[in-house]
């Protein structure tokens, strides 16, 4: 670390510098909404264009320190992932309906390419985005794309879960320390041990929780079917299953805001650090207030509930500079093609944070 | 053209991370910067960031340059007035009446493609796919039902047969009738029948003892084979993948069990069209044979006293009332 601060002019004062969001719900709804109408008339072939402009609302919306970030991705890059993420999908779904040795063939198929689409997507996602005109980028290489996206997460699964902390540590890590902004790296120092104290805290209160939840809910269920003389016993298992969701969808912000401050933490670029502070009550009430309105709505909140959820989660963290920002140094720049990126994007790995 | 007053911006070279306060003007379709940088490009070259209420705008220049406006009204109005208009897409969002408009037009469009679009356009998939496509889906399917949930039938073999011959000398409505395999199981799922997509009808004793005559039978047997004929099965799956696939997108980001609901709704009612198809074969398979329809309601009002399921729409089949009415109607 000591070399590394000293190549930076130190300036006398650390500031406190939040992110901030400014894109609403109410703007993001009409350019949702006119997209969706577009990607549905085009068969989905739009639907790059869309994902690229709500990108560039999203990422002209965060602001850190006056300036904001800016998305580049190239749309037709998108589609090209797109469909090549249908193509191995569909047909990992078509194998195994047609003979379960075909699917499992399909299956260490994908369990090969994996890992360099993963690779390939986090270098797209960082290559392409931009703050005060400085790209970021991912470096890592195949071997270490195969050794954590595919043997460590082996691991986890032989251990029965047992290394899973460990894994996710040494993903991150992999994640944090590869990542760059221009020539600047970024380092990432949360050890394992923390890794496994907050599975530890997560698991206990999940499970006293549960316990806890479904208890009330049979009771509930109880008291209720007996009030309404419509037997307590049919309803009280009915009870404790919607109360038992509801604790699965309220402990699952719990994990996400303890992870997301830990790891970002113990994340630095040079000399300046981040903090994070998400609070698990806040989180779980913007994601069941929003489960609750995309219900209401038959989907129409979406826009909103996903401005809702990201403003919070990205006004929570707050970079801690070490003096200026105007001293980063542009790196040598590659294109990335979105082959990984589309992948990534129709499964959902949660490359983000 | 009258030139909008200059404006404040902060200007990034693409180089290093520092920050140059310029004034930005356009003269004569020319974008000027003077500050603490000096630079002047033809504005129709550049790249300009959409117009937004809470976004920032900015230009980029082909060598990753770019500049920010700090004032983002005052920065609008310098680009409409050097004549820098908006896409047509980017007038439609930044409007409400046009945003309802495309939620009006969304709404029609997907119903019309659920509706009429999805239906049409899996009927042609399913009847350019081989026979044998269809085939390869229910490969090990009957095995693994006799494993779990059947057992050999108890039915005579005299009624076996008579049942096998009966079904084969009658002769289907339309030409090109599927191949099909015809098996008798005793079963712990109660009376029931159907097709399976290799190609294999399945009734099960149960549901024979409640109908005495072969009549009866041919009725339930022709209604299996109309599915066959039909593809109902490839239609379905391909119906179903393209209704998840949707509701995954739409919910999928707020929660995938709540997604599989709308889901599983949706394809409840393409489930009932096919059973509404089948029955409008086997009537007609009936009548083609000379057979009184007067069978198959009889198997109806037997349905009808084995459902306990209340509503229409959670269901996967018709109401029997509906069946029955659809079958006297359709009676010439």
């Not at chain 1, 998108?78 to 090549?84: D, E, Q, S, V």
């Not at chain 2, 002047?40 to 550049?46: E, N, Y």
């Not at chain 2, 006799?146 to 005579?156: E, G, I, T, V």
């Not at chain 2, 399976?196 to 003892?209: N, Q």
């Amino acid at each position: 670390m000591e070399n590394t601060q000293a190549a930076w002019p130190q300036e006398a004062q650390s500031r406190e510098l939040k992110l901030e969001f400014s894109a609403t719900g109410s703007e993001y709804f009409r350019i949702w909404i006119v997209n969706l109408l577009l990607s549905i008339i085009t068969l989905g072939i739009y639907s790059a264009w869309a994902k690229v402009r709500s990108n560039q609302y999203f990422y002209s919306s965060t602001r850190l320190d006056g300036s904001s970030f800016e998305y580049h991705g190239n749309p037709k890059a998108i589609l090209k992932g797109r469909i090549l993420a249908l193509v191995l999908i569909g047909g990992y779904n078509l194998a195994f309906k047609i003979s379960p040795l075909l699917g499992l063939a399909m299956m260490v198929l994908l369990a090969v390419v994996m890992p360099v689409l993963v690779w390939r997507s986090m270098q797209f996602k960082l290559y392409n985005t931009s703050y005060r005109g400085i790209r970021f980028g991912f470096d890592g290489d195949k071997g270490a794309a195969y050794m954590h996206y595919l043997w460590l997460p082996l691991l986890a699964g032989v251990t029965f879960g047992l290394a899973l902390p460990f894994v996710h540590q040494r993903v991150k890590r992999f994640q944090h320390s590869e990542s760059r902004f221009g020539s600047s790296k970024f380092s990432f120092d949360a050890t394992p041990g923390s890794f496994y104290r907050q599975y530890l805290v997560f698991f206990g209160i999940a499970l006293v929780g549960a316990i806890v939840v479904s208890t009330a809910g049979t009771a509930l269920g109880y008291a209720v079917g007996n009030a309404i003389a419509f037997g307590g016993a049919q309803l009280a298992p009915f009870f404790a299953l919607i109360f038992g969701y509801l604790w699965f969808f309220s402990i699952w912000p719990l994990f996400q805001s303890r992870l997301q401050n830990l790891i970002w933490n113990h994340t630095q670029l040079g000399p300046h650090g981040f903090r994070s502070e998400l609070k698990w009550g806040r989180l779980t009430f913007i994601y069941l207030t929003n489960l609750l309105g995309v219900i209401l709505t038959l989907g129409l909140f979406t826009p909103f509930a996903k401005v809702r959820a990201l403003k919070y989660r990205l006004e929570s963290a707050t970079m801690l500079a070490a003096g200026g920002l105007d001293d980063f140094v542009a790196g040598v720049q590659r294109d990335v093609d979105a082959a990984g990126e589309g992948v990534a994007d129709l499964i959902d790995l949660d490359l983000s944070l | 053209m009258m030139d909008a007053p200059a404006v404040a911006a902060r200007y990034f070279d693409g180089k290093t991370s520092r920050a140059h306060r310029v004034e930005v003007r356009v003269q004569d379709g020319v974008l000027h910067l003077s500050g603490e940088q000096e630079r002047a490009c033809p504005l129709a070259g550049l790249r300009v960031s959409e117009r937004s209420v809470h976004a920032v705008r900015k230009i980029t220049f082909d060598d990753g340059a770019y500049l920010e406006a700090e004032d983002r009204a005052a920065f609008d109005r310098l680009l409409l007035a050097s004549g820098h208009g908006d896409s047509w897409v980017v007038r439609m969002q930044q409007s409400w009446r046009g945003a309802l408009l495309a939620v009006g037009a969304t709404v029609a469009l997907l119903a019309a493609i659920y509706l009429y679009g999805l239906p049409a356009a899996s009927a042609v998939v399913a009847r350019h796919l081989p026979v044998q496509a269809e085939r390869m889906l229910g490969v090990g399917m009957l095995e693994m039902l006799d494993r779990h949930l059947f057992a050999k039938s108890a039915m005579p073999a005299a009624r076996q047969a008579a049942l096998r011959s009966a079904f084969a000398q009658l002769r289907p409505p339309e030409p090109d009738a599927p191949a099909y395999r015809l098996h008798f199981r005793k079963s712990s799922i109660g009376p029931n029948a159907f097709a399976l997509p290799s190609g294999d009808i399945v009734m099960t004793d149960e549901l024979a003892e409640l109908l005495p005559e072969d009549g009866q039978v041919m009725a339930v047997l022709a209604h299996e084979l109309g599915h066959l004929h039909e593809r109902h099965l490839t239609r379905r799956v391909l119906q179903g993948s393209a209704v998840a696939a949707v509701t995954a997108l739409v919910f999928g980001d707020v929660s995938n069990i709540i997604a599989g609901v709308p889901a599983l709704l949706l394809d409840l009612r393409y489930s009932r069209e096919a059973e509404r198809d089948a029955d409008d074969y086997a009537a007609a398979m009936l009548r083609h044979n000379g057979l009184p329809l007067a069978y198959m309601e009889h198997v109806f009002e037997v349905l009808e006293k084995l459902d306990k399921s209340p509503s229409g729409y959670l269901s996967s089949h018709p109401i029997t009332s509906e069946r029955l009415a659809r079958l006297r109607n359709a009676r010439p």
